[in-house]
């Protein structure tokens, strides 16, 4: 008798009816006011995304005080790279007593993202930087380079010119 | 005898239907060809390798330290248990010692993603079964854990998460307290699933009973994880061959014996339990000292050959290496996938069923394509 | 009414009908813009917010000003409303494709049959108890006359509904068989065997009011639950005041049985979507898919509006005869108007898309089991129980 | 490219260069195999470390020998004693790294197993912590159905079941390797056979149906049958597929891989001439979307 009422008066279906139309009237409420955040929705292209400091985007290389590239060619990063995105060209500066990397390409393509080649680099040359909106229209734009034809590395992603997360920051 | 009675004889015919490669609710890639009477599954036969990205070969050719980004990519929801098992087999193949607090972050982590992995589990399945409400519920607090990954290691779900060795850096500043804020919002969180699911009669009735796999069938097809211990089988990797720092945790291995699939939603929710458990003990007990031993930057191996098993979330996840003499990288490389053993059991579990409660298996089994096929 | 010429009425039914029918073309993306916004603030989303991409253009300036809105403490509610105009576009430009070993006639008829079968049923249905305005004088033909709420007060109303509405099962079994395809014959299949299933009990339900009152008329009805006396064929009735029992109950099993009737979760079965993809209409592309999309979301207004009539007070403010309290004198709440009805109609849609984001699904042979074993004794029950409040009283 | 003439075009030398789509020259597709089989092993282990001492030995008798050689001679010439040798103490290794290795088996299962299959036993010994008992080819379901039933056994799963190819051994090509697990006595163990080419060994889903896949997949990556099992057929693999990928002979880029460096084809152009060659040699390869 007890479970036939039970099946009768559905009081399982209300707890959860309860919780969803509490979540309701909570988030209709607050939906869009700026403080208080039921609601787990990064609105992203408008308000820009946090990321954790540790966050691996794409690999940039770094330059020291004077402007002067610090990767020195060791090739510790080309050869520790899983999936052989890097290709450095060793070659002269005037003016500079440490190899100078000519060419120092990096196809995106392929990247995975590990940061196993900032772990190797002993110079600290090199960095995954924050930037992680990096689809592109065309297979060239993911060949990154440091200057010439190709993608320049030391400006901002190919993409971010794509996103609207930029305009909202300006 | 009765022949002119025969037209009187309902005539039924067998419909054979693809489930997938492309369905809604194969999680991935799954072919099941299934031969139908009505909605009455007659046989059930999984079709796999849609995937299949060759990633033994491969780690063949990439050195001990590089192949640790392929187990990433097996299975791509627990990505930091498999990196437990990767650089775990590598230890012992080598004979590392890690150091202690290297073992607690990584147990921390394992656990963290253990709950993360059973979080996406019910969310789908409960999506798979109907109840749309509970996959984002699940996602906001799966959400947080992401989070936690991306401030250890840089990234959200491919997190190549530790080093042979140890862990490539210490746990950042501001860690503690997330994982803290996350244990909060996780008993919170978990109440509210079991608000929706656990007494809800369409789910009891969806799931009771459903796609059944006695102890003594799991065993024999090599059944591990949840799906073994609804079944009353308390084998758990973590306490059987404890590694990491699970033989200093305090938990118990959650069982159930109606082996159904309403008891492994039970087993995982009370796994989930028991993670965040170990987490808050690996929170508390977390000693001090150094994350990385020292280890040379060319690892040579002598002849060896290892198979490490750990507890992933879906199950038991074996690495079997065998190394030459002087070698930079693995000679052969095989993963025991949880997922591609457990997917062996569907046929049993459905056939004679309904339809949709093929559904509800392959939900229950919480199989992952990128590991079965791998 | 006034006696009319035949050009006349013919010509105000058609106004009606016109009417009727931009209603529906209104009110249909109205409820699927609200079910993906109740859906999303169950769910801790927002819902959609935007519509296509980016700050440029046409779409961007709508984008900024959605934006903009989402600041404002009731117009975040509206954002992304303009996307259901963006839907109509798409679904009347996209590719229209045509399986191969389609069965052509069928495959294009179906989705027709379904639309008719709920547009006739709308028009029985009588939104209004008063004509919602008169035509000026000036207007040629109609001028001067009323404009009613209700196409044709059917006096046998009820019936008229129970019948058509069963022909949109055709549209469905038919549009399944036609896509020469696995998934939609099951769904197909499915969606016959529940529809007959669970018309039975849904008409048991609807006969207690019907039982109480003993009219067929939704005019009528609406009067009879306001406490009013009326007079029909069978004879003078009041309500009395145990009829409120009977009714409630009805009311539930009716809801259940609508719910099922309109293939919606927890009984949406027929396009189960992670079983059967997308079930009857798997194949379907373009408009025609749209076709089947506007009469579910058609039958779902017919449900609650059937449900408005016949058991929440008609055009009243109170449910299930408890208006009788309320002297008609008192202002607003005490008279019948066209927006209680709308306000209980929109009532019963929300619970539509509350149960639809709390519920898991059921499975095909526990469907029957609820619908054969539980709703039809219940509802007959329940039947007997009203008979004996009409007996007693 | 142009055909001549007059007839059927004939097959064209590739042009130089490392762009054209040739398979069998392609860079990634040369094969290395391997020089030694690395199977561990005791006997093969003691023998390493006997050789190694008899060498150290020998190296050590022909110091001494040479030191009295010099001695004599020096007395000869009357010049001072050279100064005795000393035996070379091995290098420290600093390295705190070091692959265990294996060790006599003193695990009681081992022994029981030793004592059950008496001369069936190949070897046995540990590793790592893990018991290996390595049995005769022919026997290995036996040891199976033993390890499953055995009361001291018990080794009710079995956990996994893979192959490694040696193309460098001489008397085998294959070794299959079992990992049991008992669940009850929370014990593993691990039954290896080493099998020639050719050689099909008994499935072992008789006492585990979980081999049914774990063996095809074994069948699907190297090509090892196994008698009576339920369906012998290729599993991640599509059915038509060539070779046999975990082989040591197979390429890493398999057939129908991409072999050209996308690293210097920033523009696609050389792809694209490629693909034209490609096409010419009758291979047809999916051409990329132009931009």
């Not at chain 4, 379901?141 to 040696?166: G, I, N, P, S, V």
């Not at chain 4, 002979?249 to 050389?270: M, T």
Request: hydrophobic share 45%; proline share 6%.
């Amino acid at each position: 008798m007890a479970s036939f009422l039970r099946t009768l008066i559905p009081l399982d279906i209300y707890g959860g009816m309860k919780l969803t139309g509490k979540y309701f009237g909570k988030v209709l409420r607050e939906a869009n006011r700026a403080r208080i955040r039921t609601h787990v929705v990064c609105e992203y292209p408008e308000v820009p995304v946090k990321l954790q400091p540790r966050f691996r985007g794409r690999l940039t290389l770094l330059k020291d005080e004077q402007g002067e590239i610090k990767c020195i060619c060791c090739l510790a990063c080309e050869k520790i790279c899983p999936t052989q995105v890097i290709t450095i060209e060793k070659g002269k500066k005037e003016g500079r007593k440490l190899p100078y990397p000519v060419r120092y390409d990096f196809e995106m393509e392929r990247c995975i993202f590990c940061e196993f080649c900032v772990e190797s680099c002993g110079f600290d040359s090199i960095i995954l930087n924050h930037q992680f909106e990096l689809a592109a229209y065309n297979r060239e734009d993911f060949s990154i380079g440091m200057e010439g034809r190709f993608q320049n590395m030391f400006e901002l992603s190919p993409v971010a010119r794509y996103s609207v997360a930029e305009e909202a920051q300006r | 005898m009765f022949v002119f009675l025969e037209f009187l004889v309902f005539k039924t015919e067998e419909m054979e239907i693809n489930l997938g490669p492309q369905h809604p609710s194969t999680h991935g890639v799954l072919r099941v060809k299934l031969r139908l009477d009505g909605e009455t599954v007659v046989q059930c036969t999984p079709i796999i390798g849609y995937l299949h990205r060759g990633v033994e070969k491969i780690c063949e050719n990439k050195t001990w330290f590089q192949g640790q980004v392929w187990t990433d990519r097996m299975d791509y929801v627990a990505a930091v248990t498999n990196n437990l098992g990767w650089a775990e087999g590598v230890e012992k193949l080598f004979g590392i010692q890690v150091p202690r607090r290297a073992h607690y972050v990584r147990t921390l982590l394992a656990e963290l993603n253990r709950i993360a992995s059973h979080q996406l589990w019910l969310a789908t399945h409960a999506l798979d079964i109907g109840a749309m409400t509970v996959f984002l519920y699940c996602f906001r607090d799966r959400e947080a854990i992401l989070d936690i990954f991306e401030a250890f290691c840089g990234a959200r779900l491919t997190t190549t998460a530790f080093r042979i060795g140890g862990l490539r850096e210490d746990v950042p500043p501001g860690m503690d307290r997330m994982v803290r804020n996350f244990l909060k919002a996780f008993s919170t969180g978990i109440e509210e699933y079991e608000t929706l699911l656990s007494e809800n009669r369409i789910w009891k009735k969806r799931t009771v009973g459903v796609a059944k796999l006695q102890a003594k069938d799991a065993v024999a097809l090599g059944i591990t994880g949840p799906v073994l211990r609804a079944a009353g089988v308390p084998y758990d990797v973590r306490k059987a061959f404890p590694s990491a720092a699970y033989a200093e945790m305090d938990f118990q291995i959650a069982t159930r014996p109606e082996a159904d699939t309403y008891a492994r939603y039970l087993v995982r929710l009370e796994e989930m339990r028991q993670s965040a458990r170990i987490v808050q003990q690996c929170l508390d007990g977390l000693p001090e000292g150094p994350v990385m031993a020292k280890i040379p930057k060319i690892l040579k191996s002598e002849v060896c050959e290892v198979y490490h098993s750990i507890e992933a979330p879906k199950g038991e996840l074996g690495y079997y290496f065998v190394g030459e003499k002087g070698g930079a990288n693995p000679y052969r490389m095989h993963v025991r996938a949880p997922s591609f053993v457990n997917l062996q059991a569907l046929p049993k579990m459905t056939e004679g069923n309904l339809l949709a409660d093929v559904i509800a298996a392959i939900g229950t089994l919480d199989v992952v394509l990128g590991e079965i096929d791998r | 009414m006034t006696a009319m010429t035949l050009t006349q009425s013919f010509v105000t039914a058609l106004l009606q009908i016109v009417v009727l029918a931009l209603f529906v073309f209104v009110a249909v993306p109205v409820i699927v813009f609200a079910e993906r916004k109740v859906i999303g603030y169950v769910q801790l989303r927002l819902g959609y917010t935007r519509i296509a991409g980016g700050l440029h253009g046409v779409t961007g300036g709508l984008n900024r000003l959605m934006w903009w809105m989402g600041k404002l403490p009731f117009f975040s509610i509206l954002r992304g409303f303009p996307s259901f105009i963006a839907d109509g576009i798409k679904l009347f430009t996209k590719e229209d494709i045509v399986p191969e070993k389609a069965d052509w006639w069928v495959f294009h008829f179906a989705p027709a049959i379904s639309v008719v079968a709920a547009f006739t049923v709308l028009g029985i249905v009588s939104f209004s108890p008063a004509p919602l305005w008169t035509w000026p004088a000036a207007v040629p033909i109609v001028g001067g006359l009323p404009f009613a709420g209700v196409i044709s007060d059917v006096n046998v109303g009820l019936l008229m509904l129970v019948g058509v509405a069963s022909v949109g099962v055709y549209g469905i079994v038919l549009g399944g068989w036609a896509s020469n395809s696995k998934y939609p014959l099951l769904g197909g299949l499915r969606s016959a065997a529940q529809i007959v299933s669970y018309e039975v009990p849904l008409t048991f339900s609807l006969l207690v009011p019907v039982v109480l009152s003993g009219t067929l008329n939704f005019t009528q009805m609406s009067q009879y639950l306001s406490g009013a006396p009326i007079q029909t064929s069978a004879g003078p009735a009041q309500m009395p005041a145990l009829a409120i029992l009977p009714l409630f109950i009805g009311f539930f099993i009716y809801l259940t049985c609508g719910f099922a009737e309109t293939n919606r979760v927890p009984f949406d079965l027929p396009e189960a979507e992670t079983e059967l993809v997308a079930g009857f209409h798997t194949e379907y592309t373009g408009m025609k898919f749209g076709l089947f999309y506007l009469a579910e979301y058609a039958n779902m207004i017919i449900v609650a509006a059937v449900a408005a009539a016949f058991f929440l007070g008609g055009h009243h403010f109170l449910p299930f005869g408890l208006q009788r309290f309320i002297p008609p004198s008192v202002p607003v709440v005490g008279g019948a108007s066209f927006g209680w009805f709308l306000l209980w109609m929109a009532l019963i849609l929300f619970s539509y898309l509350w149960v639809r984001a709390t519920l898991p699904r059921y499975r095909y042979d526990q469907l029957m089991h609820v619908g054969w074993k539980w709703l039809i004794p219940l509802s007959l029950a329940n039947l007997c129980l009203a008979a004996l409040v009409r007996y007693f009283a | 490219m142009d055909t001549p003439e007059n007839g059927t075009p004939t097959p064209e030398a590739p042009a130089a260069g490392p762009y054209v789509y040739d398979l069998a020259a392609s860079p990634q597709r040369q094969v290395v195999l391997p020089k030694t089989a690395p199977l561990p092993s005791l006997k093969a282990y003691r023998a390493e470390v006997a050789a190694a001492q008899a060498a150290d030995e020998a190296k050590w008798q022909k110091m001494l020998a040479d030191f009295e050689t010099a001695k004599a001679k020096a007395a000869e010439e009357g010049k001072p004693e050279p100064k005795a040798p000393v035996r070379p103490v091995p290098r420290k290794d600093d390295n705190d790294v070091k692959t265990p290795f294996p060790t006599e088996a003193a695990d009681p299962d081992l022994h029981r197993l030793v004592e059950l299959l008496a001369d069936k036993v190949e070897e046995v010994f540990e590793q790592a912590g893990e018991l290996v008992c390595q049995v005769r080819k022919e026997c290995v379901l036996e040891t199976l159905l033993l390890c499953r039933d055995d009361e001291q056994l018990k080794y009710d799963l079995l956990a996994d079941e893979t192959a490694t190819h040696f193309p460098a051994a001489r008397d085998f090509a294959f070794s299959v390797v079992y990992q049991l697990t008992s669940i009850s006595r929370r014990k593993k163990l691990r039954i290896r056979i080493l099998i020639p080419e050719g050689f099909e060994p008994d499935s072992a889903f008789p006492a585990y149906p979980t081999a049914n896949w774990l063996e095809r997949e074994i069948y699907d990556m190297l090509g090892i049958r196994f008698r009576q099992h339920p369906d012998m057929t290729r599993i991640l693999c599509p059915e038509g597929w060539e070779g046999w990928p975990l082989r040591k002979e197979y390429p890493v880029v398999g057939l129908g891989q991409r072999d050209i460096d996308f690293r210097e084809d920033r523009s696609g152009v050389l792809m694209r001439m490629a693909m034209e060659k490609a096409g010419q040699m009758g291979i047809n390869l999916k051409v990329p979307k132009a931009d």
